[in-house]
């Protein structure tokens, strides 16, 4: 029979899994294997910087975890696995996904996104997605080329007026 302490542990640690995917607005499932402490560290700081969590939990607490909240991510909770929840939709995915161009060790598994399941190639179907400020700037320069276009058309149009 297990200990009490270590059992109260385990359920305190699935519950902390169960907060976290409760929360998080995206999840990417990675496996970090081949990442050496300095490559570990310095994802750990971009995702920090993005708002981004990185823990690495025992398979059997995460399955238990998103079992209890009706997730299917059995198939991908195989193996070494770290999770990265955020309350950005996009940007733990972009840096994940860009680390892992950057250091061939590190393999995308799955990710949660909108509450949806998505593999790794959806994954990096939304990492190749411009940032929202990128969105907005070009939003911004589609809509002053439309006004530049315009203001020419005008000054064409007055000019011609002038003429006759």
Do not use: W
Request: proline share 2%.
């Amino acid at each position: 029979m297990a200990n009490e302490k270590i059992l109260a542990k385990k359920n305190e640690v699935v519950d902390e899994i169960k907060n976290s995917f409760e929360n998080a607005k995206s999840v990417v499932i990675f496996d970090p294997r081949g990442l050496n402490v300095a490559e570990v560290t310095e994802l750990r700081r971009a995702l920090r910087d993005a708002s981004s969590s990185y823990k690495v939990y025992k398979n059997t607490l995460a399955k238990r975890a998103v079992d209890s909240l009706n997730i299917k991510l059995d198939d991908y909770l195989k193996g070494p696995t770290a999770i990265s929840f955020s309350d950005d939709e996009l940007a733990p995915i972009r840096i994940v996904s860009d680390f892992a161009k950057k250091h061939g060790a590190l393999e995308l598994k799955a990710g949660i996104v909108e509450g949806k399941v998505v593999g790794a190639d959806s994954l990096a179907e939304y990492a190749s997605i411009p940032s929202r400020e990128g969105l907005l700037t070009m939003l911004a320069s589609g809509l002053m080329g439309t006004v530049k276009d315009l203001a020419i058309c005008l000054d064409l149009y007055a000019k011609q007026k002038e003429e006759n």
